[in-house]
């Protein structure tokens, strides 16, 4: 069965929980610092899917990987921005899958008109860099020192991709057609 990407539901919390443990207790990719219970994780995708976006990768009927998308800032002038990750299991890394929940994640968003999506990246980390480039993101700043976890202070540094051209004639994104 052919790897595909499709929108997340709560009843994928479990297997998101197990693919995001590993960042958040032996990483610092996340400045999570608990795991999330399952029923937050349940709880974050159906906010998620609201307004945003949450897709899992699913390989052979498994989930492998998820990538979402959530409110840059809660003010309303920053409604047509969003914060963007993505995270795959340990035993799918560097096997296409972040590519695959990347491009359809964005081309949702972009769809329903978000204009710029923006990824916190804890460096160093070569792998999420090179992958948010090849989406065409770019630098837009570095918060430097900024987290705490594993013993030292970490930075995180920002990059920016534009969805959509000039912004004449905004409207504001909309929510996911159900």
């Given at each position: 069965?052919?790897?595909?990407?499709?929108?997340?539901?709560?009843?994928?919390a479990?297997?998101?929980?197990?693919?995001?443990?590993?960042?958040?207790?032996?990483?610092?990719?996340?400045?999570?610092t608990?795991?999330?219970?399952?029923?937050?994780?349940?709880?974050?995708?159906?906010?998620?899917?609201?307004?945003?976006e949450?897709?899992?990768?699913?390989?052979?009927?498994?989930?492998?990987?998820y990538?979402?998308?959530h409110?840059?800032?809660?003010r309303?002038?920053?409604?047509?921005?969003?914060?963007?990750?993505?995270?795959?299991?340990?035993?799918?890394?560097?096997?296409?899958?972040?590519?695959?929940?990347y491009?359809e994640?964005l081309?949702?968003?972009?769809?329903?008109?978000?204009?710029?999506?923006?990824?916190?990246?804890?460096?160093?980390?070569?792998?999420?860099?090179?992958?948010?480039?090849?989406?065409?993101?770019?630098?837009?700043?570095?918060?430097?020192?900024?987290?705490?976890?594993?013993?030292?202070?970490?930075?995180?540094?920002?990059?920016?991709?534009?969805?959509?051209?000039?912004?004449?004639?905004?409207?504001?994104p909309?929510?996911?057609?159900?």
């Open positions: 069965m052919p790897a595909r990407v499709r929108p997340a539901t709560a009843a994928d479990a297997a998101c929980v197990e693919i995001y443990r590993p960042y958040v207790l032996d990483t610092v990719i996340t400045f999570e608990d795991v999330p219970t399952v029923e937050e994780m349940a709880d974050r995708i159906v906010d998620a899917r609201v307004m945003h949450w897709l899992v990768l699913e390989v052979d009927g498994d989930v492998t990987g990538a979402y998308a409110q840059f800032n809660s309303a002038a920053y409604q047509w921005s969003v914060e963007t990750s993505v995270y795959l299991a340990q035993d799918g890394l560097r096997s296409g899958g972040g590519r695959m929940l491009a994640l081309r949702r968003l972009t769809e329903r008109g978000f204009r710029r999506a923006f990824a916190g990246i804890a460096q160093p980390n070569d792998a999420s860099n090179a992958l948010h480039k090849a989406f065409g993101f770019r630098r837009a700043g570095r918060y430097p020192r900024v987290g705490w976890k594993h013993g030292a202070w970490r930075d995180v540094e920002w990059w920016q991709l534009d969805l959509l051209g000039p912004d004449d004639d905004v409207g504001p909309r929510p996911i057609a159900t």
